[in-house]
């Protein structure tokens, strides 16, 4: 079960990466943005963000355990900025590019800095935990990049 739970990262970014590049369009986003670009903000990194700051805020302990951390307080934070973040991307997805470019720095911000933390993690400790080393790393790595492409 937890490898399933682990996988809704980049099954959230495959499914976003599938309909954005068949062009199929998000119906309520703003349709200035390209298919891939609402795709990606909505669902890969709106809901997954949502799904992120529900899980720190109301797993903690077994989300600290998928990730090879003791849990912390500081997973409260981590769900604020999660919760901030996929509130931010959903509605940038109606707003248009320039809520898009705001998003995108955000997300950037956050995410790139947390796959550091994560690479750092696997090579200082050899931390090769699910949740630390698998899904969530490359999301935390190919979300931002890929909105970057697609807003471009």
Sequence with gaps: ??????????????????????GTPLGFADQSLPPLAQWILFLSLGIQSLWAA??????????????????????LEIAGANLGIGLGAIAASMLGGPAAWAIFFVS???????????LKD???????????????????????LTLLIAIW
């Design 122 to 144: 696997m090579f200082s400790e050899a931390n090769f935990a699910i949740n630390n080393a698998g899904p969530i790393f490359w999301w935390d790595l190919l979300t931002p």
């Design 108 to 118: 950037a911000g956050f995410l790139w800095s947390a796959a550091a933390t994560h």
């Design 54 to 75: 529900f899980a720190h805020s109301m797993m903690r302990q077994r989300v600290a355990d998928s990730i090879g951390w003791d849990a912390s307080p500081f997973q």
């Design 1 to 22: 079960m937890s490898y399933m739970i682990a996988a809704i990262p980049m099954l959230l970014y495959t499914a976003a990466l599938i309909l954005g590049l068949t």
